[in-house]
């Protein structure tokens, strides 16, 4: 079995893939910025399913942090198969509303950081002729909905790309969408849920599984869910104009 870096690896949709990839008997390399959560997660994933799990503690929205990844993913004595870009966050607030400084923040972590560790992980995969990256993304990158949406969407299309120009390499790379998702996510950023219908809610542990499935199919895009994946298909149908204020007045309402 190969070894599986995990970035934002201590909760919800990246402690999901921690667990799985465990299961399947991956080694692990678990990125996160709190290191007690890290070692109490490595130590619970070891005793549960007896692997490896090694702790780097980063904060992707600084250099020092992206560096730090970047240098253990090109670490060919201990190679990495697998890479999930999972860390990420959401800004309560319309644009304007939110400090620039956290918007760059997010530009560095959704954006800066998904480049940099992609093309940290993939020559070596490809000179081994395997492996594959999970990408993490959003149905947000269907919906034009300020930075959130517009770094999502980057994702996916960047993602998209560098798999076709991989192609018969035998390196996957997949851009994974999830809807609304049981984590710290909106919680984390202020965001309340309470006007999201019970149907509209996905557990981590299906994210993750139909993620793989996908990821083995090879797949480039994955939509957990199929009230989702009508969505998305709705969303590529519909005008931009018309879909940025739909989109608009779902985020006024998800906010309050």
């Given at each position: 079995m190969?070894?599986?870096?995990?970035?934002?690896?201590?909760?919800?949709?990246?402690?999901?893939?921690?667990?799985?990839?465990?299961?399947?008997?991956?080694d692990?390399?678990?990125?996160?910025?709190?290191?007690g959560?890290?070692?109490?997660?490595?130590?619970?994933?070891?005793?549960?399913?007896?692997?490896?799990?090694?702790?780097?503690?980063?904060?992707?929205?600084?250099?020092?942090?992206?560096?730090?990844v970047?240098?253990?993913?090109?670490?060919?004595?201990r190679p990495?198969?697998?890479?999930?870009?999972?860390?990420?966050?959401?800004?309560?607030?319309?644009?304007?509303?939110?400090?620039?400084?956290?918007?760059?923040?997010?530009?560095?972590?959704?954006?800066?950081?998904?480049?940099?560790?992609?093309?940290?992980?993939?020559?070596?995969?490809?000179?081994?002729?395997f492996?594959?990256?999970?990408?993490?993304?959003?149905?947000?990158?269907?919906?034009?909905?300020?930075?959130?949406?517009?770094?999502?969407?980057?994702?996916?299309?960047?993602?998209?790309?560098?798999?076709?120009d991989?192609?018969?390499?035998?390196?996957?790379?997949?851009?994974?969408?999830?809807?609304?998702?049981?984590?710290?996510?909106?919680?984390?950023?202020?965001?309340?849920?309470?006007n999201?219908?019970?149907?509209?809610?996905?557990?981590?542990?299906?994210?993750?599984?139909e993620?793989?499935?996908?990821?083995?199919?090879?797949?480039?895009?994955?939509?957990?869910?199929?009230?989702?994946?009508?969505?998305?298909?709705i969303?590529?149908?519909?005008?931009?104009?018309?879909?940025?204020?739909?989109?608009?007045?779902?985020?006024?309402?998800?906010?309050d």
């Amino acid at each position: 079995m190969t070894t599986a870096l995990i970035t934002g690896a201590t909760a919800g949709i990246g402690a999901a893939f921690a667990r799985r990839l465990a299961d399947d008997g991956h080694d692990l390399v678990l990125v996160a910025r709190d290191t007690g959560r890290l070692k109490a997660t490595a130590a619970e994933l070891h005793e549960r399913y007896g692997v490896q799990a090694e702790v780097l503690t980063a904060d992707l929205a600084t250099e020092q942090g992206i560096a730090a990844v970047e240098e253990r993913l090109r670490d060919e004595a201990r190679p990495v198969g697998i890479l999930v870009n999972n860390a990420g966050f959401g800004n309560r607030g319309a644009y304007l509303t939110v400090p620039l400084e956290q918007e760059l923040d997010m530009l560095k972590v959704h954006v800066e950081a998904v480049l940099r560790l992609t093309g940290a992980a993939v020559p070596g995969m490809r000179e081994r002729g395997f492996g594959g990256v999970v990408n993490v993304a959003s149905v947000a990158a269907f919906l034009p909905r300020g930075t959130y949406g517009a770094t999502k969407a980057w994702v996916v299309n960047f993602t998209q790309g560098v798999a076709r120009d991989l192609g018969g390499t035998g390196v996957r790379l997949m851009a994974l969408c999830p809807g609304f998702t049981r984590t710290e996510f909106h919680e984390r950023a202020g965001m309340g849920t309470t006007n999201v219908p019970a149907w509209g809610w996905l557990s981590a542990e299906r994210v993750v599984d139909e993620a793989l499935r996908d990821l083995a199919r090879g797949r480039t895009l994955s939509v957990p869910g199929k009230r989702y994946k009508a969505v998305v298909a709705i969303a590529r149908l519909l005008p931009a104009g018309k879909l940025g204020g739909m989109s608009s007045k779902a985020a006024r309402t998800y906010r309050d």
